[in-house]
């Protein structure tokens, strides 16, 4: 009588080691006693190869915090800043002096390379500022600011040369990439950087509009008197 020899394939065989996940620990022995091919050719018994993939889970754990801590002491720092900013524009006492604030705050404690200010209204204190200029909202070179003024949201990465052109005039080939915070009723500031990564699509963009609203807000105190 011939016996009937059911071949069972690897296939199967994982199938249904996937399908009972504990069985190995019904046979410790059976786990002890297999191995496991390793990247580099030479093989490992199960228990080594699951610690080390535990292992290279723990590493990739430990780089996942130590950069989630990176970027908490960088939001910190920004957070810092931007408060010192605000107080420094509420201590202001006049438009001119609030505008040169923010400048100088812009240009030193963020380190923009060139700073630009457009605003709206005329302000004569800063006539010799080379990091204001005064355009009226109307005017035609704004025209293609239109839709940022609008809807008043961040920009930042490489602007289209007629934005760039208006913003940094003769200086503009130095410029690679720019943070551009429209000011809706107010006008515009322009961070621009020698470095084309330095401001780029999608980042983050929260710290830039409370900056934003500051000097708004620190603007309407004259406005208003």
């Known amino acids: 009588m011939n016996d009937t020899v059911e071949k069972i394939g690897a296939h199967e ?39 080390e993939v535990l292992r290279d889970k723990n590493r990739e ?79 035609q070179r704004l025209a293609a600011f239109h839709d940022c003024l609008q809807d008043g949201e961040p920009i930042c990465g490489r602007l289209q040369q007629e934005k760039n052109v208006v913003l940094y ?3 503009v080939n130095e410029v690679s990439s720019t943070a551009l ?8 500031i322009a961070v621009g950087s020698y470095d084309p990564n330095r401001f780029y699509p999608g980042m983050g963009t929260l710290f830039l509009r409370m900056m934003g609203e500051s000097l708004v807000t620190g603007l309407q105190r004259f406005h208003s008197a």
Request: no cysteine.
């Open 169 to 171: 005039g003769e200086r």
């Open 13 to 51: 065989v994982a199938a249904w080691l996937r399908r009972h996940p504990s069985f190995l620990k019904q046979f410790p022995d059976l786990a002890l006693t297999m191995v496991v091919p390793r990247d580099d050719g030479p093989t490992a018994s199960l228990a080594s190869y699951q610690l």
């Open 181 to 188: 915070l429209p000011l809706p009723g107010v006008g515009l």
């Open 61 to 139: 754990l430990s780089r996942r915090l130590a950069d989630l801590g990176a970027n908490a002491q960088i939001n910190e720092r920004l957070a810092v800043r931007t408060h010192q900013l605000t107080l420094a524009l509420m201590r202001q006492n006049s438009a001119a002096d609030t505008l040169r604030a923010m400048a100088a705050s812009l240009e030193e404690d963020f380190a923009g390379d060139l700073v630009r200010i457009v605003s709206f209204d005329d302000v004569p204190e800063l006539a010799e500022a080379p990091w204001l200029q005064v355009i009226a909202k109307d005017d």
